[in-house]
Structure formats: C-alpha cells, structure tokens
C-alpha cells in the first residue's frame, strides 16, 4: 500500500513561512503528476499548486506569488514553500500522487498548517 507523507506543518505568525514535505515511496515518483491540496474547516479541499513528471507547475490564483512547489526526483518527495502567509492559508494539506492517464493516485494523510498571531 503507498502512503505519502505528508511533514513540515506547524503554527506560523503571519507574514511567516513554512516548507512541506511530502514522501511518496514505493512508487516509479519521476512519472507521477504530484499535487498540494488544502481543506479549511467548513470548506472543500482545493488544489494549491500542482508539478508534473517534466516539472511544469500550476498554482491556485491565491497562492501565485507566495508558494512554489517543487520536486526531488531522487528523494520521491514533493515540496511546497510557502511564504508570506496569512490566516486564510490555515488548512490541512495533503499530498496527492497521480499516474497521469490512469485512475491511480495515492492521498497522504495531511499535515495542519494553522496561520495564526
């Protein structure tokens, strides 16, 4: 059973950065289409920003301009710094690893961000 894991969460002031970590093991990593969701209470998850195997990015309105996702082929494991954070960034956010045509993906279990003074 892959199981991404999710690491790097914390309480951060505003203004603060945080960097998350997701390790997918188990998988052929380079081929996957890895993604950073976040789910707020009360709200539905959303798509944060996403990287393909050939490193092409995409990122949520919100977030261009303060997050940038990257990836680390040889270490199965996905990143998302995320900088000049505010309140409204307060989520739980996971990892998601997609087999791009295919109906396989794996979820991680989230790591809880809360943005808070």
Same mark, same amino acid.
């Given at each position: 059973? &892959?199981?991404? &894991?999710?690491?790097?969460?914390?309480?951060?002031?505003?203004?603060?950065?945080?960097?998350?970590?997701?390790?997918?093991?188990?998988?052929?990593?380079?081929?996957? #289409?890895?993604?950073?969701?976040?789910?707020?209470?009360?709200?539905?998850?959303?798509? #944060?920003?996403?990287?393909?195997?050939?490193?092409?990015?995409?990122?949520?309105?919100?977030? +261009?301009? $303060?997050?940038?996702?990257? $990836?680390?082929?040889? +270490?199965?494991?996905?990143?998302?710094?995320?900088?000049?954070?505010?309140?409204?960034?307060?989520?739980?956010?996971?990892?998601?690893?997609?087999?791009?045509?295919?109906?396989?993906?794996?979820?991680?279990?989230?790591?809880?961000?809360? #943005?808070?003074?």
């Amino acid at each position: 059973q &892959v199981q991404p &894991v999710e690491s790097g969460g914390g309480l951060v002031q505003p203004g603060g950065s945080l960097r998350l970590s997701c390790e997918a093991p188990g998988i052929t990593f380079s081929i996957y #289409v890895m993604t950073w969701y976040r789910q707020a209470p009360g709200k539905q998850r959303e798509l #944060v920003a996403s990287i393909t195997h050939g490193g092409s990015t995409n990122y949520a309105d919100s977030v +261009k301009g $303060r997050f940038t996702i990257s $990836r680390d082929n040889t +270490k199965n494991t996905v990143y998302l710094q995320m900088n000049s954070l505010n309140p409204e960034d307060t989520a739980v956010y996971y990892c998601d690893a997609r087999l791009l045509g295919s109906a396989i993906n794996y979820w991680g279990q989230g790591t809880q961000v809360t #943005v808070s003074s």
